[in-house]
T-cell receptor, first 114, second 115 residues
Framework: DQQVKQNSPSLSVQEGRISILNCDYT??????FLWYKKYPAEGPTFLIS?????DKNEDGRFTVFLNKSAKHLSLHIVPSQPGDSAVYFC?????????????FGEGTQLTVNP | DARVTQTPRHKVTEMGQEVTMRCQPI?????VFWYRQTMMQGLELLAY????????DSGMPKDRFSAEMPDATLATLKIQPSEPRDSAVYFC?????????????FGPGTRLTVT
């Protein structure tokens, strides 16, 4: 049972344009959501997070949007840069019931073309 | 710059051999996780510890995998005997469960190949 799904295995955008990565979840107990970025031969790096009491969190070029009614979150990168090319994982946590364990999506490979 | 470290970075071994992977979490973090990444499964949680006590190891094949934290600065994941299907990248992550923020910080991984 895949509780966190990233339906797009890959995404290609032009430098300077917006990248939108999407993630859907099924478990209504999830109350904290995170995005990680992973380069080849490295571990995932924490990027940005959002609590379920918010619908938006912004950090520089990165913004995460949460739509609880649709059980959907998205990561916007504006403007996209070639260095953003990586695999992006979304993750979710049900803090009250599962403590700090995270459930990860399968990842989306983002390629930003110069 | 605090980081999670993992050794070895690469391991090639023959089927049936014992494999031990080590992780040094970030100093002060109270939670340690072991993940496995394969092409098919994404990031799969194997086990995790809070304050060195195992909280959940339901993701691990119990007959061959074991995870321990001998002290606060060392976590180990052992496979005995190893099988070709264990070939994957194994990540350790640590975090500090504080103020309801649950970010985890990952090490660079151990790439295991079992022939």
């Amino acid at each position: 049972d895949q509780q966190v799904k990233q339906n797009s295995p890959s995404l290609s955008v032009q430098e300077g344009r917006i990248s939108i990565l999407n993630c859907d979840y099924t478990n209504s107990m999830f109350d904290y959501f995170l995005w990680y970025k992973k380069y080849p031969a490295e571990g995932p790096t924490f990027l940005i997070s959002i609590s379920s009491i918010k619908d938006k969190n912004e950090d520089g070029r990165f913004t995460v949007f949460l739509n609880k009614s649709a059980k959907h979150l998205s990561l916007h990168i504006v403007p996209s840069q070639p260095g953003d090319s990586a695999v992006y994982f979304c993750a979710a946590s049900a803090r009250e019931t599962s403590g700090s364990r995270l459930t990860f999506g399968e990842g989306t490979q983002l390629t930003v073309n110069p | 710059d605090a980081r999670v470290t993992q050794t070895p970075r690469h391991k090639v071994t023959e089927m049936g051999q014992e494999v031990t992977m080590r992780c040094q979490p970030i100093l002060g973090h109270n939670t340690v996780f072991w993940y496995r990444q394969t092409m098919m499964q994404g990031l799969e949680l194997l086990a995790y510890f809070r304050n060195r006590a195992p909280l959940d190891d339901s993701g691990m094949p119990k007959d061959r995998f074991s995870a321990e934290m001998p002290d606060a600065t060392l976590a180990t994941l052992k496979i005995q005997p190893s099988e070709p299907r264990d070939s994957a990248v194994y990540f350790c992550a640590s975090g500090l469960v504080l103020s309801r923020r649950h970010e985890q910080y990952f090490g660079p991984g151990t790439r295991l190949t079992v022939t």
